[in-house]
């Protein structure tokens, strides 16, 4: 006599172990050697790791709270790694779904750690937020980048704009297999590079600490006492004198960086002129900041005012930023990978993941997105459940 352990029937999750009614002992009927753990079982595993986020460790102890049997949660990560390598990429899902596409394609690059090492993968994201491509590459140079985009030439979809950071691969690459093609860089990226060419977050945070030892000493200054506060009062007075050279530098970076930034965030690429005239011929800038600023527009210019020249082309990269933030908070819970194929198979699992799960705080014109897959946004209508139509 044979009985059947259940484990959440109602899930229709099944451990596979079967007693023997006469001698008592368990067996497994395998498929393969040292199958012991059904489809359903793995496929649930994945959903409860991606979906709710939740570790190998608190997987494996609610496995044992509802169903008595003990597994490690070595053996959860093997789970996911093996279904990992069943899942479809990113390029194989567009090339038999064939979303309906904007055609405005946002590019950039996300990290991850396999053995201390870096693994990087470059991304495509349409403006419906669908994402297109992912491939992974062993280092950020042209030839990659040149091989991501010609795959992502061979895709159902007309390109009619595209916007990048400031990354200098992937700027030849978009220059090579994109020739002619309206190209816009992003414009926060843009205002991040000139902070650091201005130095302006470096005297923003001394100017933030001189402010706070300010304050302190003025805080403890009242409660001085007795022949101590004439001399404590000369101290703080100096020490105010001696950062007032700082104050007023700060100031000075401040003023430039609200300039440029006015440059880069104007309504019109009329308005954005008049703005870099004005900043071009300000006498209260620091001199030599301000002349690297204004190099730095007059050379990126085209690539900064394209999204004045053609409609509907972005003007940032969040879509693929919102991408990556999400890629980033899934990454930390793995912390870091043992071998390249397990970080591979766990992207595609991700990007399919993403891929499928439904908007929940779109703002603006996008908030009758809310509720819907970003499959769904880009005109494809894909049956409930995202794992197993993204296994192969």
Request: with cysteine; aromatic share 8%.
């Amino acid at each position: 006599m044979i009985r059947e352990l259940d484990v959440e029937r109602e899930r229709r999750v099944r451990v596979q172990r079967f007693a023997c009614g006469g001698c008592g002992k368990s067996f497994s009927l395998r498929r393969a050697k040292r199958y012991r753990y059904s489809e359903a079982f793995e496929e649930e595993v994945v959903r409860r790791h991606l979906e709710g986020g939740e570790s190998y460790r608190v997987i494996a102890r609610r496995v044992y709270e509802r169903s008595g049997r003990r597994i490690s949660p070595t053996s959860l990560q093997k789970m996911v790694e093996a279904v990992g390598r069943r899942c479809k990429t990113a390029w194989e899902m567009s090339q038999e779904l064939r979303p309906r596409w904007d055609g405005f394609v946002l590019f950039d690059e996300k990290m991850c750690s396999v053995r201390g090492e870096q693994q990087w993968f470059y991304l495509a994201v349409d403006r419906t937020g669908d994402i297109v491509h992912c491939r992974p590459v062993s280092e950020l140079t042209v030839e990659e980048a040149m091989k991501f985009l010609e795959e992502v030439v061979a895709l159902p979809m007309r390109v009619r704009g595209i916007v990048t950071d400031l990354d200098a691969a992937l700027t030849k690459a978009v220059k090579l297999v994109y020739a002619g093609k309206p190209h816009q860089y992003c414009v926060k990226h843009a205002l991040a590079a000139i902070e650091k060419l201005i130095r302006y977050r470096e005297i923003t945070d001394y100017q933030r600490t001189n402010r706070n030892l300010l304050r302190g000493e003025f805080v403890r200054l009242r409660d001085r006492r007795g022949i101590w506060v004439q001399r404590a009062r000369q101290e703080f007075v100096g020490h105010w004198q001696q950062t007032r050279s700082v104050s007023e530098r700060h100031r000075g970076i401040r003023e430039l960086w609200n300039a440029c930034r006015r440059v880069l965030f104007a309504d019109s690429e009329r308005e954005a002129r008049e703005e870099l005239k004005c900043l071009r011929w300000s006498l209260s800038l620091p001199r030599a900041q301000q002349q690297k600023a204004v190099r730095f527009l007059e050379r990126h210019w085209d690539h900064l005012m394209m999204h004045h020249r053609v409609a509907g082309l972005p003007r940032t990269t969040n879509f693929v930023e919102n991408v990556n933030k999400q890629l980033e908070r899934r990454f930390k819970t793995v912390e870091a990978f043992q071998h390249r194929a397990t970080a591979i198979g766990y992207m595609n699992l991700l990007v399919a993941y993403l891929r499928q799960k439904p908007y929940t705080d779109c703002r603006g014109s996008r908030r009758h997105l809310n509720g819907k897959s970003r499959l769904q946004a880009a005109g494809v209508r894909h049956p409930m459940g995202w794992l197993r139509p993204a296994l192969k």
